[in-house]
């Protein structure tokens, strides 16, 4: 009996810990005055990874690594196959937590946490690069957030992935996440980090492997591939699986969209789009005065939403929002 009892509580701990993977955080604090009580990361992972307190406190401390004393680390076991936000903390209080930039946050609902999702179950230990405090990036990095809309696809079990030049082209280690239900929002996301000033080639897959490409149309294609340039943390724009634009965008009319309210504008930090009625589905572009894409979401059932200026530097820019097959486009002024 005595044997049984010890091979169950073994069976236990294997399974447990299968499920299992480590997560390396960390932050650069470089031109960050460090508050003598520590610099700390919290988040919806901290229960999990078996932190006191439960999640959303301040409890975890970072260590001060010492390759580079700007940098403050550590790693944690957590659940692989989930999708965890999180922020930094400069001292012990919450009010103290970093300003996260438009670009890197969660984004739904007005939500401006980091996020990552973890897929992997391989021997490593998964790590983005120690982020600039309240940044969009590690150091000498540049963001880049892709979308591919897959409405007009059936989605393989194997998850959606981008892969190119960025990460060798390797079809199966970069899997994009969906914050809604899929059966409802077919828009699929990832953030990555790339050099700047480089020009990269990439492809989305409806699965896991290269067989499983999208076929890039030749108006849009660079080597039979998608192209960008990091000049600028990226939001991409949301393009169709195997096409050049949204899904759809083909049938969409220059005309403005039911009446809407934009206020105020000019603005030091943010504006609110409101409409006279809800909007079922809609994209969100901001563009510069160079035509360059530097914000991108979605909104859904919502009958306003805010704009931030984020990193946004003074100057003006082209709202478009496109939402059932019509399109509206405003100037915002930022001061």
């Known amino acids: ?47 999990a990874a078996g932190f006191p307190g439960g999640d959303w406190t301040t409890n975890t401390l970072l260590t001060q690594e010492t390759a580079d004393t700007n940098i403050y680390s550590t790693v944690v076991d957590i659940p692989a196959f989930a999708k965890y936000e999180y922020k930094f903390v400069n001292g012990d209080q919450f ?96 953030i990555a980090y790339v050099d700047s000033l480089s020009t990269y080639e990439y492809k989305f897959y409806n699965g896991n492997a290269l067989i499983n490409t999208e076929i890039v149309p030749g108006a849009c294609a660079t080597n039979s591939n998608r192209s960008f340039t990091s000049v600028n943390d990226t939001l991409m724009s949301t393009v169709c699986f195997s096409a050049c634009s949204a899904c759809g965008s083909t049938s969409i009319a220059e005309e403005t969209v039911a009446s809407f309210k934009f206020y105020p504008n000019p603005t030091d930090d943010q504006s609110v789009f409101m409409f006279d009625v809800p909007i079922n589905k809609a994209s969100v572009f901001v563009y510069d005065v160079a035509g360059r894409l530097v914000q991108n979401f979605n909104i859904s059932n919502q009958s306003n939403f805010t704009l931030q200026r984020g990193a946004l530097s003074a100057g003006i820019y082209t709202i478009t929002v496109d939402a059932e097959n019509t399109r509206s486009n405003v100037k915002w002024i930022i001061k």
């Not at 091979?7 to 480590?22: C, D, E, H, N, T």
């Not at 650069?28 to 992972?45: A, E, H, K, N, Q």
């Open 1 to 47: 009996m005595k044997k049984v009892f010890l091979i169950l509580i073994a069976s236990v701990l294997v399974s447990g810990s299968a499920f299992a993977k480590k997560v390396k955080f960390a932050v650069d604090m470089s031109g960050v005055t460090v508050s003598p009580l520590g610099v700390r990361v919290t988040g919806d992972f901290q229960t």
């Open 95 to 190: 009010y103290e937590a970093e300003f996260v930039p438009l670009e890197s946050r969660v984004g739904y609902n007005f939500n401006d946490n980091r996020w990552i999702y973890i897929d992997s179950l391989a021997n490593d230990t998964t790590f983005v690069g120690a982020i600039r405090f309240a940044g969009n990036a590690p150091k000498n990095k540049k963001l880049v957030r892709f979308y591919v809309d897959m409405q007009n696809e059936t989605v393989s079990s194997n998850g959606v992935h981008v892969a190119g030049s960025f990460q060798s082209w390797n079809a199966a280690s970069t899997i994009m996440y969906t914050f809604s239900d899929p059966s409802a929002v077919s828009v699929y996301e990832v």
